[in-house]
């Protein structure tokens, strides 16, 4: 009896700890099966807010890429270079790399040539502030009192670039500018002053006489740009003079080959002089500031482009200073 009392109390024992035992796994299975269903459903929140947002940010990013080509169509609308090939003949001195940018700013392609092109590397900026691209911009050594080395810088610049719409002429400076002397007449040298008027004079006609034979047929625009010196400069006045002249003679011999001549004359100086003044010219009283090397390129860009078609045989004066004496 007391045997079997036993048995049936451990029999009872089991079956409790047994319904203990599957009782705790239904509620552990069940609990399990709880989370993962809530963990199923904060997932299921957590990407649909994913979804959310990368429809969000995708359509701010296509309103942004809307609102970039607009902005490029807009810049290239701005560009009136834009296809233009130009080249910059003493670009690597003076005002040079300053003229080169603001071509290439405003779309064109630049050819610069000088004897020392490379130097202009790191100089020529475009759009972005950064160093031209090698497609915006190209560098040819030449000797630009050498009309067969002009021949074949330009020769060069129409196989790279493929054509040649407008050209720029930079004399060198004056050999003559000295800052202590300041250009005053009694202090000329007469075989500086020769030397100067054959450079300031070759360049540009050689120059010019190629970029003609390029552009003959199919038109374009050259522009010289004379630097009349500072103040008082009497070695800068000769240049200028016969400068203009040249611009006035070619605009009429070119003019039926469709291409206009100009001229932009400055007063920045010599180089070394606007060094001294941050590289700015002279204060002007008319404007109630110093011109600067972006005044003189903003009329060249404005010369070679569409916008001045118009134009031709002139000579503009970015030369505030001068007016005011």
């Not at 269903?37 to 979804?51: C, H």
């Not at 630049?110 to 090698?134: I, N, Y």
């Not at 050689?206 to 630097?227: E, H, P, R």
């Amino acid at each position: 009896m007391a045997a079997g009392d036993g048995t049936r109390r451990l029999r009872g024992l089991a079956a409790c700890r047994i319904q203990r035992l599957a009782r705790r796994y239904i509620w552990t299975v069940t609990k399990n099966r709880r989370e993962a269903a809530a963990r199923a459903e904060r997932e299921a929140q957590l990407v649909a807010q994913m979804e959310e947002l990368r429809i969000k940010m995708q359509g701010e990013i296509n309103e942004l890429r809307a609102e970039l080509a607009e902005a490029k169509q807009l810049a290239k609308q701005g560009q009136a270079l834009a296809k233009r090939v130009v080249v910059v003949c003493g670009g690597a001195k003076g005002v040079g790399p300053d003229i080169a940018s603001r071509l290439v700013k405003e779309g064109a392609k630049v050819a610069v040539v000088d004897a020392d092109s490379t130097s202009a590397k790191g100089k020529v900026k475009g759009l972005d502030g950064e160093d031209a691209s090698e497609s915006m911009a190209i560098y040819i050594d030449a000797d630009l009192m050498d009309e067969t080395s002009v021949k074949k810088a330009l020769a060069e610049t129409v196989k790279t670039l493929g054509a040649i719409d407008g050209l720029v002429n930079i004399p060198p400076p004056p050999p003559t500018c000295d800052s202590k002397t300041n250009g005053r007449l009694h202090d000329l040298d007469l075989k500086s002053y020769e030397d100067m008027l054959v450079a300031e004079m070759q360049t540009p006609m050689l120059c010019a006489k190629q970029a003609a034979t390029a552009m003959t047929g199919v038109g374009g625009s050259v522009v010289f740009v004379a630097n009349a010196g500072d103040r008082g400069l009497t070695d800068g006045a000769g240049n200028v003079v016969a400068i203009s002249s040249l611009t006035s003679s070619a605009a009429a011999a070119a003019g039926p080959d469709g291409i206009r001549v100009n001229c932009v004359t400055h007063a920045l100086g010599h180089e070394d002089d606007r060094r001294i003044r941050g590289g700015h010219g002279t204060f002007s009283l008319a404007t109630m500031r110093a011109p600067s090397a972006e005044d003189v390129a903003m009329q060249v860009a404005h010369l070679i482009s569409d916008r001045a078609t118009f134009v031709t045989g002139q000579t503009i004066a970015a030369d505030s200073v001068r007016f005011c004496y």
